[in-house]
């Protein structure tokens, strides 16, 4: 292996980077002046991240820089905190995993997680994990809701191998994210996709009918189909951040179509007469539940900035 060299990160720890090159994956430690460049982060180097890395004089591999970000998919670290957390970098698109019971995600956390993809522009696809054991009804909403927004909502059961060519086409060829609560099936289906690979999967728990984590750490699996998938631990909370209350809008696609409408030109969309978001949330034509989510978005996310 030559002195310097270029290479993605597909698998972070916190202290030891796996870096892919030509084919060959080199353990590499960060340089601490890289947590020094004014990113708030709790995590500089991340899964996607293209790195330049050298070998030292007792034959450790260093990263020195890494190379800027096309994109990435940012969430607040943890409850309170001022600090980011760079869940994937450099990606073509996100899979949203959802599973409406067993375990249950909350669409608040779906809609967070959406207006992150639009903040960033990142492609995402919702895909209904778990099918056999929805309700029926519930499904029907849920589809209803977000193919109406814009988003292409996919169908699966792994363990029948319902929709799994479909997430395999889909995944062909392309750098995805896969992320979502922990117990929805994203390890699951990344060892159905490809048998070959090494994933560890888990059950739910029985007491609280939660997902247990399974994935420690984000870790990048090429696939023989073509393209890689990055794998991430499973995700409880997604605080926004950087993303200021007079423009969170912006990130609801439904809203966006229809705001120049309103009487004001800095309506909040909350309370101002002449709102054409509220009058259309008033109508049926935006759903109540991502308006609702919108609502909580903007209060729960003052208690950060304070």
């Known amino acids: ?30 340089r601490g002046r890289l947590r020094l460049k004014g990113i708030r982060s709790t995590n ?11 070998r030292d004089e007792t034959g450790d591999y260093t990263i020195l820089d890494i190379t800027p970000r ?24 996100a899979v949203l995993m959802v599973t409406l019971r067993q375990p249950e995600t909350a669409w608040e956390f779906v809609d967070r997680f959406l207006v992150t993809c639009e903040a ?23 589809k209803e809701i977000y193919t109406r927004v814009g988003y292409p909502v ?25 992320s979502g609560n922990s117990g929805v099936g994203k ?19 029985e007491s609280h009918h939660k997902g247990r984590h399974t994935t420690t750490f984000s870790t990048m699996y090429p696939l023989s189909g073509g ?11 997604f605080g926004l951040i950087d993303i200021d209350d007079d423009e969170l ?27 054409a978001v509220v009058e259309a949330v008033k109508s049926g034509e935006i759903a109540y539940e991502r308006y609702e989510s919108y609502l909580k978005i903007l209060d729960e996310d003052d208690k950060y900035r304070k």
């Not at 500089?44 to 293209?50: F, L, N």
């Not at 929709?163 to 392309?174: N, T």
Request: negative net charge; proline residues 4%.
């Open 120 to 142: 960033y522009k990142v492609p995402v696809t919702i895909l209904l994990s778990k099918i056999d054991l929805q309700d029926t009804e519930e499904v029907t909403r849920f």
């Open 187 to 205: 390890s699951t289906l990344i060892k159905t996709i490809d048998p070959e690979l090494e994933v560890r999967t888990g059950e739910i728990s």
């Open 249 to 275: 809008w912006h990130y609801f696609p439904e809203m966006m179509r229809l705001a120049s409408g309103c009487r004001f030109y800095n309506c909040t969309h909350t309370h101002e007469p002449g709102c």
């Open 70 to 93: 096309r994109n990435y998919i940012i969430r607040r670290a943890s409850n309170l905190s001022r600090e980011s957390h760079i869940i994937a970098a450099n990606i073509d698109q």
């Open 154 to 178: 996919m169908e699966l059961s792994a363990p029948e191998g319902r929709g799994i060519e479909a997430v395999k086409e889909l995944l062909k060829d392309k750098i995805t994210l896969l």
């Open 44 to 54: 500089p180097v991340v899964v996607g991240d293209e790195v330049r890395c050298d």
């Open 227 to 237: 393209g890689a998938v990055i794998d991430t631990p499973g995700i409880k909370g």
């Open 1 to 30: 292996m030559e002195k310097e060299f270029t290479g993605i990160v597909i698998r972070a720890t916190g202290s030891w980077y796996e870096v892919l090159h030509e084919g060959e994956v080199i353990r590499c430690r960060i």
